[in-house]
Each structure stands twice: as structure tokens, then as C-alpha cells.
């Protein structure tokens, strides 16, 4: 089947440790992006990469870091400089053919401060 | 600075009725428009698209409906079930070379046996 999964599906990080946060996708898009969702408010886009080693900052990149080594995988890692890392992130991809994108969802990852 | 806009936090419907979720937004450069959505602890599911070269789309229970003039969107769900509730995000892009989705705080439905 094909779509896109996320691992773990709750991650718990301690103080001024970096934690990753997988996603890969097996539908041939070109582009991923991450999203973070907090209660009460829509998603806001993190980082996003159109195509293999290549990546931009969404609107709030500070204190997150990704890497896109390959078509199928975009990890984005949660440094210790995110003061308030607690939300919902939510990776996503497109085919990316320009305009009239639709990106598609994975599960979720629930990061959690100990 | 919010450039979609749901203003509603929350609808409450009756089974069977129409449901009517509203969006607008201010950028002008938004040509792409898109309806998700949410269970709570699952990612969005994509529901209906429509380009702002229509006014209208349809698929099955869900149609949209575009207002370029007015920069408003909305979905109707015709009926509705209870299996529609969930949290709605509308979302709009500029297309082009640009794939960023701009997204909605969400409308909370709840759809009443």
C-alpha cells in the first residue's frame, strides 16, 4: 500500500536533548514537508523540500533542523533550542508538479517535554 | 497576520442536514483551495480541492464552493453523518513554484444522531 508513515507515534524528549522524528514516503512524490499543529490552532509549516538534498524554511524553522538524503525519507530533527517542542507534527508530500498542489498526510508524531 | 481565516471554531448539525463550513482568506495570490479533514491524533485527510478557475466542485456529499470576488470559500456536506464530525482546515496555495499551504485554525463539526 502506499502512503506515508511516521515513527514513533508519541516521542518524550528531556531538557536540551535533540530528538528525531521520521517520516518516509513509498508514492513517488517529489516533495515533503513538516507541519506542526498546536491545540486550538491550524498547521504551521516547519521546513519543506521540493526535491533530493534540497529544503526551505517554512514559518517557524527556528530550533528544528531536517536533511532530505533521499526521495523517500525526510527526518526532522527537534534541537534543544525549540524552548516549547510540545505539539503535533504532521509530515506531508505532493507530487509537486506546481500549481494545484495537494499534499497528503501521515499519521502524526505527539512530542512530549519529560 | 492570518491569510485564511475560519471564523467559526465550531459547528453543530443535525444528522441528515446540511453542514456549511466557512473560509476566507486575504491573499490575493492564493489560486489553489483545499478542505482537510481531522480526526483528533491522526493526520489531516485530504477531502476536496478546487482551483480558482471554478467556482464550484463536487465529490459525492462534499461540494465547494469558490468566491473570488469575495475571497470566501465554503464546503457543504449534504447530508451529514455522524461519522462526519471532526475538525475542517481549509487551505490555500499560490501554486506556481510555490507548494506551500497556508492553513485555517480549523472549524470543530459536530454532526448529532
Not at chain 1, 531538557?15 to 507541519?35: K, P
Not at chain 2, 471554531?9 to 478542505?35: A, H, K
Request: hydrophobic share 30%.
Amino acid at each position: 500500500d502506499g502512503g506515508i508513515t511516521q515513527s514513533p507515534k508519541y516521542l518524550f524528549r528531556k531538557e536540551g536533548q535533540n530528538v528525531t522524528l521520521s517520516c518516509e514516503q513509498n508514492l513517488n512524490h517529489d516533495a515533503m514537508y513538516w507541519y506542526r499543529q498546536d491545540p486550538g490552532q491550524g498547521l504551521r509549516l516547519i521546513y519543506y523540500s521540493q526535491i533530493v538534498n534540497d529544503f526551505q524554511k517554512g514559518d517557524i524553522a527556528e530550533g528544528y533542523s531536517v536533511s532530505r538524503e533521499k526521495k523517500e525519507s525526510f527526518p526532522l530533527t527537534v534541537t534543544s533550542a525549540q524552548k516549547n517542542p510540545t505539539a503535533f507534527y504532521l509530515c506531508a508530500s505532493s507530487i509537486a508538479q506546481g500549481a494545484g498542489e495537494t499534499q497528503y498526510f501521515g499519521p502524526g508524531t505527539r512530542l512530549l517535554v519529560l | 497576520d492570518q491569510q485564511v481565516k475560519q471564523n467559526s471554531p465550531s459547528l453543530s448539525v443535525q444528522e441528515g442536514r446540511i453542514s456549511i463550513l466557512n473560509c476566507d482568506y486575504t491573499n490575493s495570490m492564493f489560486d489553489y483551495f483545499l478542505w482537510y479533514k481531522k480526526y483528533p491524533a491522526e493526520g489531516p485527510t485530504f477531502l476536496i480541492s478546487i482551483s480558482s478557475i471554478k467556482d464550484k466542485n463536487e465529490d459525492g456529499r462534499f461540494t465547494v464552493f469558490l468566491n473570488k470576488s469575495a475571497k470566501h470559500l465554503s464546503l457543504h456536506i449534504v447530508p451529514s453523518q455522524p461519522g462526519d464530525s471532526a475538525v475542517y482546515f481549509c487551505a490555500a496555495s499560490e501554486g506556481g513554484s510555490n507548494y506551500k499551504l497556508t492553513f485555517g485554525k480549523g472549524t470543530l463539526l459536530t454532526v448529532n444522531p
